[in-house]
């Protein structure tokens, strides 16, 4: 079976490659072939540096994590051909004592798709067709759009921030930054019932985050900030700067959490540490996610969530490096998404 796959071979460099998937499929697994796929952050890392927060590539991969598929090939796993698949692309061990606790997300043995964490590295999903764990697909509702199941994945990591720092209904939460993780925190605070504001550096970025709730919005030139002290009962911190973390700290309320769900690189900007202890915030960090990813289905199936707001442009398999060249210059608004050839 012939199919259309990219591939990254070094930093800036996606190739198109013609390739024959292999007769046989694993035990266990399923062949799917490609609904859709999102390009996210971790993706935008790899494509810049062939390397995300220190972890380097060994050799070229395919990247893309977030997906949803058709069944190709059920191969005796209980689904039917043909069927639309949400693929969790974390694969836990299952048996270790972080798995047994259900933090799946701390398996020190989890694999994932398209990172230089799991070695070998595994082929991430933005191809046409591929094999992948029956454990992690998930059967949906034929009602349900391709184009937005594919935001599975990268719901359920900002749901996992939001549930991370304890957002309820009650709370004023401010979300600092309004790229794709920080356009879907908006959405996981409105689901709670959460009042949320947001900053961006684009109005454009601001404006959909008001189409997926959120009810006021701020321009973060680096020094305006300064009416925002000590407003916020939660901040979320989805802008991947250390000066995101900075006006966090300002925004946050005495006693607030800060929810950190953006990785923020290694650098040399100061943070303002003397904050965290003269408030007393409580600040957490957040990976992936535990039980969120069923939770994201369930609210993408809802029909509540106005996704084509946050949905900046598509582009078919073969054109990869132009979806990612149009991520990494920084003025698309929400996910770049990568359809089928
Ligand atoms: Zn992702
Ligand atoms: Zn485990």
């Known amino acids: 079976m012939a199919y259309t796959q990219s591939l990254l071979t070094a930093a800036r460099k996606i190739e198109v490659r013609h390739a024959e998937m292999p007769d046989g499929i694993a035990s266990d697994h399923i062949r799917l072939r490609l609904a859709t796929a999102s390009i996210c952050g971790t993706d935008m890392h790899y494509f810049r540096h062939f390397a995300n927060a220190g972890f380097v590539l060994d050799y070229p991969v395919t990247l893309g994590h977030e997906a949803c598929a058709y069944v190709e090939d059920p191969n005796g796993c209980g689904f039917e051909k043909g069927q639309l698949v949400a693929i969790n692309p974390l694969i836990p061990c299952g048996e270790c004592e972080k798995c047994r606790a259900g933090d799946i997300n701390m398996c020190p043995t989890k694999r994932f798709p398209g990172s230089a964490t799991t070695k070998p590295h595994i082929d991430g999903f933005f191809r046409d067709i591929f094999d992948f764990p029956a454990r992690c697909c998930h059967g949906v509702s034929d009602a349900v759009a391709p184009d937005h199941l594919t935001f599975a994945e990268p719901l359920a990591c900002a ?40 900053t961006d550096l684009r109005a454009p970025a601001i404006e959909a985050a008001r189409a997926v709730g959120a009810s006021d919005g701020f321009i973060a030139a680096r020094n305006d900030m300064n009416n925002l002290k000590e407003v916020y009962d939660i901040v979320i911190e989805a802008s991947g700067s250390p000066h995101g973390y900075n006006q966090a700290l300002d925004a946050v309320r005495k006693q607030g959490t800060i929810s950190v769900l953006s990785l923020i690189q290694p650098s040399e900007v100061p943070i303002n540490l003397h904050l965290n202890a003269l408030k007393e915030v409580t600040s957490v960090g957040s990976i992936l996610f535990t039980g969120e990813f069923a939770d994201a289905v369930a609210l993408i199936e809802s029909g509540t969530v106005d996704f084509e707001a946050i949905t900046a442009a598509r582009f078919p398999v073969s054109e990869t490096q132009a979806a990612c060249e149009m991520m990494a210059d920084g003025h698309a608004v929400g996910k770049v998404l990568i359809k089928p050839q």
């Open 159 to 198: 749901l996992h921030s939001v549930n991370r720092a304890g957002v309820t209904a009650n709370d004023s939460v401010l979300i600092t930054g309004c790229g794709p993780m920080g356009l879907l925190a908006t959405v996981g605070a409105v689901a709670k019932g959460a009042t949320v504001h947001v």
